[in-house]
Nanobody, 118 residues
Framework: QVQLVESEGGLVQPGGSLRLSCAASGSISSIYEMGWYRQAPGKQRELVAAIRSGSNTDYRDSVKGRFTISRDNAKNMVFLQMNSLKPEDTAVYYC????????????WGQGTQVTVSS
């Protein structure tokens, strides 16, 4: 069983930056895909970014060029660098992990609030 714990989010002004981190209780080197999802009030949870064991990445269109996902297998951590933040990025952000055969995440973090507002 893997436990995922996100770092604290926060309140950021539009145009600002924030880096989220996710610490895993066990090794993530064998986890095929680590991802970041978000859920805004009244909306469905959506995939923001994912990074796979071969280090290839995927981003939703609205964050391309602004967000960067990375993983450090030696430290069992995943990061999401968020730049040029917009109010529409406001949401609870969740770290996730998925094995290759799973159609959806097998593990979730508890979530961390990110609010972008002036």
């Amino acid at each position: 069983q893997v436990q995922l714990v996100e770092s604290e989010g926060g309140l950021v002004q539009p145009g600002g930056s924030l880096r989220l981190s996710c610490a895993a209780s066990g090794s993530i080197s064998s986890i095929y895909e680590m991802g970041w999802y978000r859920q805004a009030p009244g909306k469905q949870r959506e995939l923001v970014a994912a990074i796979r064991s071969g280090s290839n990445t995927d981003y939703r269109d609205s964050v391309k060029g602004r967000f960067t996902i990375s993983r450090d297998n030696a430290k069992n951590m995943v990061f999401l660098q968020m730049n040029s933040l917009k109010p529409e990025d406001t949401a609870v952000y969740y770290c996730s992990g998925r094995v290759y055969a799973s159609p959806r995440p097998d593990w979730w973090g508890q979530g961390t609030q990110v609010t972008v507002s002036s």
